[in-house]
């Protein structure tokens, strides 16, 4: 498996496509990890160079288990870019990848065409948000010691939607794999700053999509999200059954025309 290692030892863990054509960096949603854009690795390359990138705690990616926030896996992100030789990019992000990503278009502008955010936003957690999922992404999943396939059962219906089966697949990865070393991205997922005031200074064409049965992240957030951007905006809804928080992976035949076509027209 390719790997780039940090200047702080981290292993970063990624996929790549390869191709000569653009390069979109793909960044995946906390629990999840690069395999959630296999869907996109067959419908948008090789037109587009897909790259995917494993955020710390999660995928291949390993760490020194230190804390780290998300201005760190922005650099992660960075950092494989460098080593493939990649100047610029578009970036697609999944719920934390948005958040990642929004922060790699504030460290380094001139490198990125465009940003997608699915499921995404820019703020922190009120304390109402931060109590509750700290309960049950720290105290019952990460740090705890109950049965993780009745933790994460509930969780996979509202965070990866689809079918059974997209659960499934899930759900066997999060139970093979070691619940502790999501320890640190927990706490950076809980502890993040907004950075609503910093994203009148993304100039660049964004798109922000969700899923109509995202629990969460609905209609009128995400256009609220949208109109916090400084360049234009593009806010769609993927209008299908159980399309959730993450429609690319379950719903690929409605997002991934759309993903192209705002690719396909992003300036040069």
Known sequence: MPFVTTDDGAKVHYR?????????????????????????????????R???????????????????????????????????GIE??????????????????????????????????SDAYDPSEYAAYKRIILGQWILGDGDLEAIAKPIAAMMVGGTREHHRFWLDRWLADDRRRLEQAGW???NRESIDDMLADITVPVLVMHGVGDPVYHRDHQEALAAR??????????????ANHSPTFTHPELTDPILRDWLDGLPA
Do not use: C
Request: proline share 4%; aromatic share 10%; net charge negative.
């Open 50 to 84: 897909l790259v995917s990138v494993d955020a710390r705690g999660h995928g291949g990616t390993t760490d020194d288990g230190e804390p780290f926030d998300h201005w760190t896996l922005a650099r992660d992100a960075f950092a494989v870019a460098d080593q493939l």
């Open 88 to 121: 610029r990019f578009a970036i697609i992000g999944q719920f934390q990848g948005g958040w990642i990503g929004m922060r790699m278009a504030l460290q380094q502008r001139s490198r990125v065409r465009g940003l997608a955010a699915i499921g995404s936003r």
């Open 229 to 242: 951007f400084g360049g234009p905006t593009r806010v769609e809804t993927i209008n299908a059954v159980n």
């Open 16 to 48: 790549d496509t390869g191709g000569d054509g653009p390069a979109v960096l793909m960044l995946h949603g906390f629990f999840m990890d690069s395999v959630m854009w296999e869907p996109q690795e067959k419908s948008l390359a090789p037109a587009y």
């Open 188 to 190: 950076a997922l809980m």
